[in-house]
Nanobody, 115 residues
Framework: QVQVVESGGGLVQAGGSLRLSCAAS????????MSWYRQAPGKQRELVAT???????GYADSVKGRFTISRDNAKNSVYLQMNSLKPEDTAVYLC?????????WGQGTQVTVSS
């Protein structure tokens, strides 16, 4: 069983920044990709950003140019730098870890952007 733990959420004003962190207990050699999803109340879960084991990145159109995903292989961690935040970015942000033995979710961290 892989443990996935997020941190870094909080309350920020529109235009501000936050950095989310996600640490996975799996060996980095077993991780294929790590992603950030978000889910707002009454809405479907949305893929925000993905980074693969070879460093390829992908973003939702709604966050391109504002969010940056990165990873630290030595720490089995992935980060999401969120700049120019908007009220519509308010959601629970969840980390997803895809490994050779399955995929695993974190519990999520709340991000609230006030207008």
């Amino acid at each position: 069983q892989v443990q996935v733990v997020e941190s870094g959420g909080g309350l920020v004003q529109a235009g501000g920044s936050l950095r989310l962190s996600c640490a996975a207990s799996a060996s980095i050699f077993s991780i294929n990709a790590m992603s950030w999803y978000r889910q707002a109340p009454g809405k479907q879960r949305e893929l925000v950003a993905t980074i693969t084991s070879d460093g390829r990145r992908g973003y939702a159109d709604s966050v391109k140019g504002r969010f940056t995903i990165s990873r630290d292989n030595a720490k089995n961690s992935v980060y999401l730098q969120m700049n120019s935040l908007k009220p519509e970015d308010t959601a629970v942000y969840l980390c997803w870890c895809g490994t050779i033995s399955g995929h695993f979710w974190g519990q999520g961290t709340q991000v609230t952007v006030s207008s």
